[in-house]
């Protein structure tokens, strides 16, 4: 009957209109986003933290080996600028010299100080603090062997034939400029207090600004003696 078509209609429109899904049902529906990530990741902060922490000791320790007992101090290196600027500032080679010895022992502590002028391999004495030194004998032991090689000496000595107070502590550094050992720097203190390794990387870079002073004082020299001589001759000139 047409009644109970209706109710069929009815019951397949209900049917259908329960099972249609919207086009508003199939879109995906957005994730919200954490304001904050430490609740989140809770373990964030202190992973960070640690590995922070584990970098600064790597740097400690490459630092820390990379600094050995030859390294000058933090007290050295004060000491050298104040030599440098002392250094800028003369002109001649024997004041050079004397502050060169000035500041060689104040670094080392030590007790005696000289400079040995090398020219040709002819060794020549400059300067000296205290009588420690035989000006006669400098032609042989470890004066000579420096003077050659251009490395410097540590060693505690009964014999060293061009020391007058033995047994001594003694370092020997060469003073290089223009490629070539122009002088020396001879250090002594008393057989029983070694010069170390930290010493001698401190005088070796004192050594290195007296031998740029030198060459400074060198040009300075020939320029003038070629002065006077165009004075005197009138050569030169313009």
Known sequence: SEADVAVVEAQSTAATSGSTTTESDRQPVAAT????????YPWAPVTFALLAVLIAG???????????DASPTLGHFDRLLDA????????????IAAIAVEEAVALSAARRGAFIHVHERQLALVCETGDFVDGR??????????????????????????????????????VISGGRVTGIVLLARPDDA???????????????????????AEVHDHGADSSRADALTGLGAG
Not at 84 to 95: P, V
């Open 137 to 174: 004998r400098l032609d042989s032991g470890v004066l000579t062997r420096v003077a050659a090689t251009g490395r410097p000496a540590r060693l505690v000595s009964g014999d060293e034939p061009s020391i007058a107070a033995l047994p001594a502590a003694l370092l020997v550094v060469p």
């Open 84 to 95: 440098g600027r002392r250094l800028a500032g003369a002109l001649d080679s024997d004041e």
């Open 194 to 216: 070694p010069f170390t390794a930290t010493d001698e990387a401190a005088i070796s870079q004192l050594a290195g600004v007296v031998g740029s002073a030198m060459a400074a």
């Open 58 to 68: 790597i740097a400690l320790v490459v630092v820390s080996r990379r600094r050995t």
């Open 33 to 40: 986003p954490n304001p904050n990530p430490t609740q989140r």
